[in-house]
């Protein structure tokens, strides 16, 4: 595709990097910058650069912090002998919204994929196991609240190994038939599942 | 939705404001962008600040242009008697990748839209008739090539109501069964034009 201008083809290109967008959607995107007030381009443009230059990590459970210790690791009512491990700083959010969880997290900052080139190195998993072998912490209870995916269940089970000649409880969160959902509309693998996990009324 | 940083819910809030992209997408490419090297979120935010401070456009056509008159008003094979109206640059591309058209362009920045308080002052329409009204230039054929939305057709009745007392031929793009599609899947309005429009073979 040939662009009118070299500017517009650089904001194209550079838009068009973001994951999901394409050409067409960047175009689009880019025209609709074009048509916005200068200062509103400058806070955009700013906001981007300072979260990638200024944003820190909690020290204890690696979530995006404005601080040094996340204000859920700071926290002074959360019960602190359950650890819930976590993909990334989404689904902190999405169990924190359910307020059915009072504990810990530890953020991992993604799961193993051999594709994408993520090992065991490049998670947050040894500062995991030296938070549970932290005698101080008192960790009781490791909650594995990973993605239900091949790398998810990697991930759970490479953790489970690792974890397991310490006296920690390791358990995972239920997977079954959501709630609301149509048993003839859940796929066949979640309900051989539910039933293989069935629980006592 | 409560976020874990500041940096963040100024970044998400900011990345919504685009057309299309709800918080839960915005959240995905911040922390997407936190992925990525600090050079890449440089020059991503570079090329956006540049684009709309550094774009020009055409001063004949209003085409968006790295110089003063655009490469197709300046190009010297063109057909400088046909002028094509369009909405904006990505019909210009569209038009220009059938190869099909040698004539010039003139974009009006946008269509009339009372909803989006998008008035006839608001486009480049006067300097359009100001084009055909400079003998010099010899224009003979404007063609409306404008979505055939609300909008669309109330712009090219605008147009063809200001440009009737001029000499010059006012056509519109053909509206018709799309080629490859079915008549069955047609929708009743396009199928109804197509057969009042329909050409002698």
Chains 1, 2 share one sequence.
Do not use: W
Not at 27 to 41: M, S, V
Not at 131 to 153: C, F, H, Q, S, Y
């Amino acid at each position: 595709m040939e662009y009118p201008s070299k500017l517009i083809e650089n904001a194209v290109e550079e838009i068009a990097k973001l994951p999901g967008i394409g050409r067409k959607t960047a175009l689009r995107l880019a025209l609709h910058l074009l048509k916005q007030e200068k200062e509103d381009i400058r806070d955009l443009s700013e906001a981007l650069v300072r979260l990638r230059e200024e944003t820190r990590y909690c020290d204890q459970c690696f979530n995006i912090s404005d601080a040094t210790t996340c204000a859920i690791c700071a926290g002074t009512k959360r019960d602190r002998s359950v650890i819930c491990v976590v993909e990334d700083t989404r689904d902190v959010m999405a169990i924190e919204n359910t307020s059915q969880y009072f504990g810990l997290y530890h953020v991992l900052g993604g799961v193993i994929s051999p594709i994408e080139g993520v090992g065991p190195s490049d998670l947050t998993i040894e500062p995991l196991v030296q938070r549970i072998l932290n005698k101080e912490e008192n960790i009781e209870e490791v909650i594995l609240a990973l993605p239900a995916t091949m790398e998810g269940d990697t991930t759970a089970f490479y953790i489970s190994k690792k974890l397991k000649d310490l006296e920690v409880k390791i358990t995972s969160i239920a997977r079954g038939v959501p709630v609301g959902g149509e048993l003839e509309y859940t796929d066949e693998i979640t309900l051989g599942r539910s039933i293989m996990n069935r629980q006592k009324l």
